[in-house]
Structures are given as C-alpha cells and as structure tokens.
C-alpha cells in the first residue's frame, strides 16, 4: 500500500495527524524542528495506514466468509424446464 498524502485523508485523519503534532509541541514546551515534525507526521500516516489496512482486511474476510456459506436453496428444474411440448 502506497503511503498517504494529507490531501487523501479524511478530515478527520487531518485532524488526528494535526492533533499528534500540537500534543508532541505542548509535551516538549518549544516548536518542533522539521526532522521532529517530519517523524511524527509519518508515525502518526503509518497509524492511520495500518487502521485502514486492519478494515481492509477485515471487509476481506466477512466478504470470503459470506462468500463460502452454503446456500440451503437448491435448483429448480421445473422452473428452467419449458412446460411446452416441443412443436
């Protein structure tokens, strides 16, 4: 899965990653440094990344299962089977 870019997230995932950067500002009581921000920024994309990835999956999953139930209607053949004599 390719990384994401800020402009392919939610609003809320915008709003997470922005939320990541002012609490990791207000614990180190100074303005962050690009490497800082820039690490942060990606810890806080690899998070968001794997929670899509874990609903991904798991929509995989219900679909394969749904897919390989098994189904209690059988064919009819009476239905398929004109009734008409052949002419």
């Known amino acids: 899965m390719k990384k994401l870019t800020l ?6 995932e915008q709003f997470e990653v922005k939320t990541q950067l002012g609490r990791s500002k207000a614990n180190l009581g100074r303005a962050l440094t690009n490497a800082e921000q820039n690490r942060i920024k990606d810890m806080a ?12 999956k798991a929509t995989r ?8 139930t098994l189904n209690t209607v059988t064919f ?12």
């Open 76 to 87: 009819n053949w009476s239905a398929s089977i004109n009734t008409r004599p052949a002419r």
């Open 7 to 12: 402009k392919e997230m939610t609003v809320s």
């Open 61 to 68: 999953l219900e679909k394969k299962i749904a897919k390989t």
């Open 45 to 56: 994309v690899n998070k968001i990344m794997q929670k899509r990835a874990d609903v991904i």
